[in-house]
């Protein structure tokens, strides 16, 4: 199994920046892939970017140019680096990863993130 752990999420105004992390314990060496999605009041849960183990990236149309998704150097950690943000970036974000050869999603337990205009 693995587990995951969120950080980093806060309070910005419009145009300004924020970090996320997530760190990743127990079977971290049959992680595929990570990732960061993201749920606003309402809306279904979507995703924002995906890192594979190789370090290809994937990102919604919307967080294209503004946010930079990274692993670290132990492979255990991700993070999601979130500039120029919008109001409408305002959700609770999501650390995923997908492990074992069947792709076992885990979910961390969410962090805020609010962008005041």
């Known amino acids: 199994q693995v587990q995951l752990v969120e950080s980093g999420g806060g309070l910005v105004q419009a145009g300004g920046s924020l970090r996320l992390s997530c760190v990743a314990s127990?079977?971290?060496?049959?992680?595929?892939?990570m990732g960061w999605y993201r749920q606003a009041p309402g809306k279904q849960r979507e995703l924002v970017a995906t890192?594979?183990?190789?370090?290809?990236?994937n990102y919604a149309d919307s967080v294209k140019g503004r946010f930079t998704i990274s692993r670290g150097n132990a492979k255990n950690t991700v993070y999601l680096q979130m500039g120029s943000l919008k109001p409408e970036d305002t959700a609770v974000y999501y650390c995923?990863?997908?492990?074992?050869?069947?792709?076992?999603?885990?979910w961390g337990q969410g962090t805020q993130v609010t962008v005041s205009s």
């Open positions: 995923n990863a997908a492990y074992g050869s069947s792709r076992v999603d885990s």
């Open positions: 890192v594979t183990s190789a370090g290809w990236t």
């Open positions: 127990g079977s971290i060496f049959s992680i595929n892939a």
